[in-house]
């Protein structure tokens, strides 16, 4: 019998009380597990954040944004002295459209509205288009096209006074010139169908329509519509996950400025910062190089620092609670084989007294050790793949809902005023609340894999110290009873 | 050849000083059958661990084969009691959840025998204490206490020792199995020139032996005519 056998035999020797230290071994390595597993799916979370969105821009022409304010309108050239910027990687224009349905425009001059349908701003050109809006105006549409779109018959729509009935009104459709394959707001697009729009730097008769639109105006990829006179067909759908978004089109900003008929005009600039940590001075050093009388630099998902920094702390948190439970599977380890070895003092002494070597002696104790840890590590495995998620979502959801009270008050309002550019931020944390939701924790092999080789270290240690006492026990101490 | 001189050892008990080993010497050449009888506490089984390198003198020497234990370090006095001692214990120290021939190989297995060569050698010392084969396989806490005493025999002459120590050998056997004992010890003493000194209370064992010691209050006189040693004995 080997000393590996052996060891496997002494195990099993107590099969009462190897059913309770695998038992409380398998909560601890579970644990263990569970938060190396969400400390891993946070540590990627918070990676791809800051790799995004964290780090990005937004430049508008000074006193204007979106499709508000006034101002001048940005160029190709603040594109460039924006892109020369230090800790700048990168800038992506966009140019915004305002699209009316060529059929509703003619309608509502037919009866007298005159007006430009929402809010007007220098910023956003209007063009028609065969779509159709796929957001009905509802309350609020019909509210801001009353106090601001309209003229002469403006109060038609409220009062009902006039005899002749004004047609509905429907809200205008967003087209977005753009440079690379993201939204408005710097995140790649989602797309659901179709490809990209392949060249972005050239004009292209292609557009990206978000999935509620497409479904609205019956259109599906290789389908065609209008905008002005030309004639473009759908090369992809995406989803932006919210209504606002998905009533929305992209196109190359080529194609959007040739369509504007202002070939080097820009309604916005996404400017992407090359880490977190410079994003402040990236900020400060752009509104100097673009002139704060020209341009408005903001930071439209400045909240998502404290989204970061809320995942930071669930990072922080699940490695420190990771390493208390790989310390507890240690010290469970230690007072085991401390209490093994002094109750085997007798059987040691006899093991000496027949020759043999204190290391073989203690290799028997290490061994028998990790067999307990094996089996253990076994049921954690399991115990952590069931409640890793849960565990995961448990210290996030706590963690946000702490940052959200903390970031409540200064919260942007969604919609065209508080995003900086259509696609609503809303709620205290904008998109950051929805990025914290989308963490995964997936125990992947290689993460209990990692883990529980962990956890065999901390058992190897853990047994060394019995293991050592036993080279202690002088074998005629605990044979002098005979 | 042992040699045996001036061994003392005592122990501290409150402020008073015990010499369970007072002043010992003597030789027992190789291949003597020899036995140490006396009264319970006389420190017979203390002079059996002093020889056996299981526990250090507070003075004096054992020597063997010209090797002083004294002098030897920790790791030497492993080999050496792996290699030249073979321990019969009065309450058999076996392993209890190893099996009977898992209990034998175990000294051949500190001794770096092959697996299956440890395995043929351990059924065969186990066939020659008379365990009976179909026991040979079971777990130590399911044999009776004779068949334990046999088996802790059978693991004491695993490596084939030069100096077997056996504490009250034949204690726990019926009369038929301790003649059967007695008659294989003084085989081994005669056929395999084995030293075996037995510490015993069994006259009748004592009486077989070569050469018998009376150990009285740490104090060692020899009974027999020196008939096959030529140790002197003092005490």
């Known amino acids: 019998m080997s000393v590996l056998a052996r060891s496997v035999g002494n195990a099993f020797r107590n099969k009462v009380r190897t059913a309770a230290v695998v038992a409380v071994l398998a909560v601890a390595i579970g644990l263990a597990l569970a938060m190396l597993v969400a400390n891993q799916a946070v540590t990627g979370k918070v990676a791809e954040l800051n790799a995004s969105v964290g780090t990005v821009l937004t430049v508008n022409p000074a006193g204007g944004q979106g499709f508000e304010g006034g101002g001048e309108p940005l160029t190709s050239a603040q594109a460039a002295t924006a892109a020369a910027v230090p800790n700048v990687s990168s800038v992506v224009g966009t140019k915004a459209l305002r699209l009316r349905n060529a059929a509703d425009m003619a309608a509502e001059a037919a009866s007298g509205r005159t007006g430009q349908g929402g809010p007007g701003g220098q910023s956003a050109t209007s063009v028609t288009t065969s779509l159709t809006a796929a957001v009905d105006a509802g309350t609020l549409g019909n509210r801001n096209q009353a106090s601001t779109g309209a003229s002469g018959s403006s109060t038609a729509g409220t009062t009902g006074s006039t005899a002749q009935a004004a047609p509905a009104f429907s809200l205008p459709i967003t087209a977005t010139g753009i440079g690379a394959e993201m939204d408005s707001t710097g995140k790649a697009l989602q797309l659901t169908q179709g490809t990209g729009l392949g060249n972005y730097t050239a004009a292209s008769t292609g557009a990206l329509l978000g999935t509620t639109l497409a479904t609205k105006n019956g259109l599906s990829v290789g389908s065609t519509f209008t905008i002005g006179d030309k004639t473009f067909t759908v090369q992809g759908l995406f989803d932006a996950g919210t209504a606002f978004g998905n009533n929305a089109l992209y196109v190359t900003l080529p194609t959007a400025q040739t369509l504007a008929a202002l070939p080097d005009e820009l309604s916005t600039m996404i400017v992407t910062v090359n880490s977190m940590e410079n994003v402040d001075a990236a900020k400060t050093a752009l509104q100097t190089a673009l002139g704060s009388d020209k341009a408005d630099v903001t930071q439209g998902q400045r909240n998502l620092e404290t989204a970061v920094s809320s995942l930071d702390s669930v990072k922080n948190i699940s490695f420190i609670a990771f390493v208390a439970a790989l310390g507890t599977a240690g010290l469970i380890i230690l007072l085991i084989m401390v209490m093994l070895v002094r109750e085997r003092r007798r059987e040691i002494g006899v093991l000496k007294a027949i020759g043999a070597p204190n290391r073989t002696i203690g290799l028997q104790f290490v061994l028998e050790a990790l067999v307990l840890v094996a089996m253990g590590s076994v049921v954690g495995a399991a115990v952590a793949s069931l409640a890793s998620g849960g565990i995961a979502s448990a210290l996030i959801s706590s963690s946000s809902s702490t940052s959200a009270a903390a970031t409540g008050q200064r919260g942007g309002a969604g919609g065209f005023p508080g995003g900086g550019f259509p696609g609503g931020a809303g709620g205290p944390l904008g998109g950051a609340s929805q990025l914290l939701t989308s963490v995964t924790a997936s125990a992947s092999p290689g993460v209990i894999a990692a883990g529980i080789a962990a956890v065999f270290g901390v058992a190897i240690i853990g047994a060394l110290v019995p293991a050592l006492l036993t080279a202690r026990i002088r074998p005629i101490e605990v044979l002098r009873g005979e | ?235």
């Open chain 2, 1 to 235: 050849m042992i040699e045996v001189k001036n061994l003392v050892r005592t122990f501290k008990s409150g402020d008073r000083t015990i010499k369970p080993v007072n002043d010992v010497s003597f030789e027992l050449e190789q291949g003597t059958l020899a036995s140490i009888v006396g009264k319970s506490g006389s420190g017979k089984s203390t002079l059996l661990s002093l020889l056996g390198a299981l526990d250090k003198p507070t003075s004096g020497d054992v020597v063997v084969n010209g090797v002083s234990l004294a002098s030897m370090p920790d790791g030497k006095l492993t080999n050496y009691r792996r290699r030249d001692i073979g321990f019969v214990f009065q309450q058999f120290n076996l392993i209890p959840n190893l099996s009977a021939v898992d209990n034998v190989m175990l000294p051949m297995e500190f001794a770096g025998v092959r697996k299956a060569a440890r395995a043929e050698r351990a059924r065969q010392l186990l066939e020659q204490v008379q365990l009976d084969p179909d026991k040979h396989g079971r777990r130590i806490n399911r044999l009776s206490g004779g068949e334990q005493q046999r088996v802790a025999i059978a693991r004491a002459l695993a490596n084939e020792p030069k100096l077997i120590l056996a504490d009250e050998p034949t204690g726990n056997l019926d009369e038929q199995t301790g003649e059967h004992i007695i008659e294989l010890l003084s085989t081994l003493s005669r056929d395999h020139n084995t030293t075996i000194l037995v510490v015993t209370h069994d006259r009748a064992l004592a009486n077989k032996t070569d050469r018998r010691f009376r150990l009285q209050q740490g104090r060692l006189t020899e009974e027999t005519a020196r008939t096959r040693a030529t140790a002197a004995l003092t005490g």
